[in-house]
Antibody, heavy 118, light 106 residues
Framework: EVRLLESGGGLVQPGGSLRLSCAASGFTVSTKFINWVRQAPGKGLEWVSV???????IYADSVKGRFTVSRDTAKNTLYLQINSLSVEDTAVYFCAIDGPNGDLLESWGQGTLVTVSS | SYELTQPPSVSVSPGQTARITCSKDALPNKFAYWYQQKSGQAPVLVIFEDIKRPSGIPERFSGSRSGAMATLTINGAQVEDEADYYC?????????FGGGTKLTVL
C-alpha cells in the first residue's frame, strides 16, 4: 500500500528556515513524480513543486529561489527545504504522488503544518 | 499568469445533480483534474484527464469538457459529498489549482 507521511512542520520566526520531510512507503521515491502542495489556513490549494524520477525539479514561480526539493533514496524520503520564511508561507504542506496512468496527485499524505510567526 | 476559475459555492438538495465548473484561461488543450477535500482532510482525486474516474470513486462522479471549460458533475449528490472541490491543470509543467468550490448538500 502506498503511503506518504509528512513531518518537520512547526513554529518558526520570519526569516527562518525549515526542512520538511515526506517519508514514502509502498514504493520507491525515485520511481514516482512527487509533488508538494500547500494550503494556507482557510484558503485554497497551491501547487508548489514536482520532482520527476530523473531528479529534475520544477517550482512554482511564487517559491522559486527560496524552496529546494531533494530526495534520499536510502531513506526513501523527499525533502522540502524552505528558506527566508515569511508569514505568507504559513500553511499545511502536503506531498502527493502522480499515478502511472495520467492520474496526477493521485495519492496524498496528511500534511504538516508550518506556522511562521514572531 | 494562468488561472482556473471556479464558482465559490454551489448548493443542492440531496439527490439533486450538482455541477461545478472550471474555466481555463488560455491553453484549453490541457487536461483538467478534480479533487475533493473534506474538512480537516487531505484532498482526494475524483476525476483525472477530464473524464476518467479513479477506482473507488462512486459512479455518481463524472467529468466533462467543452472547449476551455471543464465540469464536475455529481449525479444524485449525497450528504457525504459535501466538501470543497478543486480543479487542477498544468501549464509549462507547473500545476495550477482553481480557487475551489464549496459544495453544500442540504
Amino acid at each position: 500500500e502506498v503511503r506518504l507521511l509528512e513531518s518537520g512542520g512547526g513554529l518558526v520566526q520570519p526569516g527562518g528556515s525549515l526542512r520538511l520531510s515526506c517519508a514514502a512507503s509502498g514504493f520507491t521515491v525515485s520511481t514516482k513524480f512527487i509533488n508538494w502542495v500547500r494550503q494556507a489556513p482557510g484558503k485554497g490549494l497551491e501547487w508548489v513543486s514536482v520532482m520527476y524520477t530523473s531528479g529534475t525539479v520544477i517550482y512554482a514561480d511564487s517559491v522559486k529561489g527560496r524552496f529546494t526539493v531533494s530526495r534520499d533514496t536510502a531513506k526513501n524520503t523527499l525533502y522540502l527545504q524552505i528558506n527566508s520564511l515569511s508569514v505568507e508561507d504559513t500553511a499545511v504542506y502536503f506531498c502527493a504522488i502522480d499515478g502511472p496512468n495520467g492520474d496526477l496527485l493521485e495519492s496524498w499524505g496528511q500534511g504538516t503544518l508550518v506556522t511562521v510567526s514572531s | 499568469s494562468y488561472e482556473l476559475t471556479q464558482p465559490p459555492s454551489v448548493s443542492v438538495s440531496p439527490g439533486q445533480t450538482a455541477r461545478i465548473t472550471c474555466s481555463k484561461d488560455a491553453l484549453p488543450n490541457k487536461f483538467a483534474y478534480w479533487y475533493q477535500q473534506k474538512s480537516g482532510q487531505a484532498p482526494v482525486l475524483v476525476i483525472f484527464e477530464d473524464i476518467k474516474r479513479p477506482s473507488g470513486i462512486p459512479e455518481r462522479f463524472s467529468g466533462s469538457r467543452s472547449g476551455a471549460m471543464a465540469t464536475l458533475t455529481i449525479n444524485g449528490a449525497q450528504v457525504e459529498d459535501e466538501a470543497d472541490y478543486y480543479c487542477f491543470s498544468t501549464v509549462n509543467n507547473r500545476g495550477v489549482f482553481g480557487g475551489g468550490t464549496k459544495l453544500t448538500v442540504l
